[in-house]
C-alpha cells in the first residue's frame, strides 16, 4: 500500500513539477512577444515627454525675454516720467521769474 502511494505522490510532485515548467515557458514566451510593442510604447513615451519639455524650454525663455522686455521699458518709463517732473519744475521755476517783474506770483489761468 505504501508503494501505490508514494507512487502516486511522485507522480504528482512530478506532473505538477511538468505544469509548472510549462506555465513558466508560457510566461516567457508571452513576456518576449509583448517586449517589443512595450519597448516602443515606452520610447514613445519618453519622446512625448521630451516634446513637453522642449516646448516648456521654449515657453519659459519667451516668458524670460518678455518679463525682461517689460523691465527695460518700466526703466524707460521712470525715466520719462522723471524728465517730464525736472521739466515742470524748470517750467514752474521759468514762469514765477517771468511773471515777478508784473508783480504775479502765480499765472492766472
Known sequence: MKKIVYAITGFSFSLAAALGII??????VF??????????RLVNTAIF???ALDSTDDL????????TQAEDNIAL???????????????????TTVLM???MSSPVW
Open 23 to 28: 506555465v513558466s515557458i508560457l510566461g516567457i
Open 101 to 103: 517783474p508784473w508783480g
Open 77 to 95: 518709463i521712470a525715466d520719462a516720467t522723471q524728465d517730464v517732473a525736472e521739466t515742470l519744475k524748470q517750467t514752474s521755476t521759468i514762469t
Open 49 to 51: 515627454a521630451q516634446r
Open 60 to 67: 519659459l525663455a519667451v516668458a524670460d525675454s518678455t518679463l
Open 31 to 40: 513576456v518576449w512577444r509583448q517586449v517589443p510593442g512595450t519597448t516602443e
